[in-house]
C-alpha cells in the first residue's frame, strides 16, 4: 500500500540553525500538508499546497518557514533559523482530488533544537 | 475561531464498548474526521462524517449532529492495541485545513 515517507525521522539542531525537513508524497497525490504537534499538545495545522502554491497557511507558518515542491515527488519544509519552540514533532500528509478529506500522514520528523 | 472539545483521558476493559464525545464550534465546516494516534506515531485516518447519521466501520462507528456540533467515537469489542489517542478534526472549508482537538488518550486495561 502506498504511503507517505518523511526524511529524517529524528534532527536535532542548534538554535538559529536552518533545517529542511523532507516528504515524499504518495505519487498520485495533488495536494500537500506540514502539520506539527509539540509534545503532549494537539496537532496543528501549519500549511497546505495545491498547484505549486501555497493553499493555506495558519498563524504559526511565520516567515521563518517555508515550503517547496522542488521536483516531481518530494515537497519540504524549511526553518530559516530555528527556535527552541521549534521543537515538535513535524508531519507532512497528502490527498487526492478524489479523496480530498481523506489525509495521509507520513510518520513525522522529530525536531529537537537545543 | 475554532474549538473543538473532547475528553482528556478514558479508560475502559478489554471487550467493552467506549464512546469518545467530541463538540465543535467553527467557522465553517465540510467534514468531521476521527484519527487514531498511538504515541510517538502519525495519527491514522478511522472516519469521516459529512451527514448527520452513524457510519460504521467495522468496530468502529461514528455519529454526527450538525445541528448540536457534536461526535462521537464507538468503539466496540475493545482490544489493548486500541490503547491510543483519538483525535477529533474538523474540515473548516472556509480555510480548507484540518482543525484537531486535543485528543482522549483511551487506555484499555486487561
Known amino acids: 500500500e502506498p504511503e507517505v515517507t518523511q526524511t529524517p525521522s529524528h534532527q536535532v539542531t542548534q538554535m538559529g540553525q536552518e533545517v529542511i525537513l523532507r516528504c515524499v508524497p504518495i505519487?498520485?497525490?495533488?495536494?500537500f500538508y506540514w502539520y506539527r504537534q509539540i509534545l503532549g499538545q494537539k496537532v496543528e495545522f501549519l500549511v497546505s499546497?495545491?498547484?505549486?502554491?501555497?493553499?493555506?497557511k495558519s498563524e504559526i507558518f511565520d516567515d521563518q518557514f517555508s515550503v517547496e515542491r522542488p521536483d516531481g515527488s518530494n515537497f519540504t519544509l524549511k526553518i530559516r533559523s530555528t527556535k527552541l519552540e521549534d521543537s515538535a514533532m513535524y508531519f507532512c500528509?497528502?490527498?487526492?482530488?478524489?479523496?480530498?478529506?481523506?489525509?495521509?500522514f507520513g510518520p513525522g520528523t522529530r525536531l529537537t533544537v537545543t | 475561531g475554532q474549538n473543538i472539545d473532547q475528553p482528556t483521558e478514558m479508560t475502559a476493559t478489554e471487550g467493552a464498548i467506549v464512546q469518545i464525545n467530541c463538540t465543535y464550534q467553527?467557522?465553517?465546516?465540510?467534514?468531521l474526521f476521527w484519527y487514531q494516534q498511538h504515541a510517538g506515531e502519525a495519527p491514522t485516518f478511522l472516519s469521516y462524517n459529512v451527514l448527520d447519521g452513524l457510519e460504521e466501520k467495522g468496530r468502529f462507528s461514528s455519529f454526527l449532529s450538525r445541528s448540536k456540533g457534536y461526535s462521537y467515537l464507538l468503539l466496540k469489542e475493545l482490544q489493548m492495541k486500541d490503547s491510543a489517542s483519538y483525535l477529533c478534526?474538523?474540515?473548516?472549508?472556509?480555510?480548507?485545513?484540518?482543525?484537531f482537538g486535543k485528543g482522549t488518550m483511551l487506555l484499555v486495561s486487561p
Open positions: 500528509a497528502s490527498c487526492n482530488r478524489d479523496s480530498i478529506y481523506e489525509q495521509y
Open positions: 505519487s498520485n497525490h495533488l495536494y
Open positions: 478534526a474538523v474540515f473548516d472549508s472556509g480555510y480548507s485545513t484540518l482543525t
Open positions: 499546497f495545491y498547484n505549486n502554491e501555497i493553499s493555506e
Open positions: 467553527t467557522s465553517g465546516f465540510n467534514g
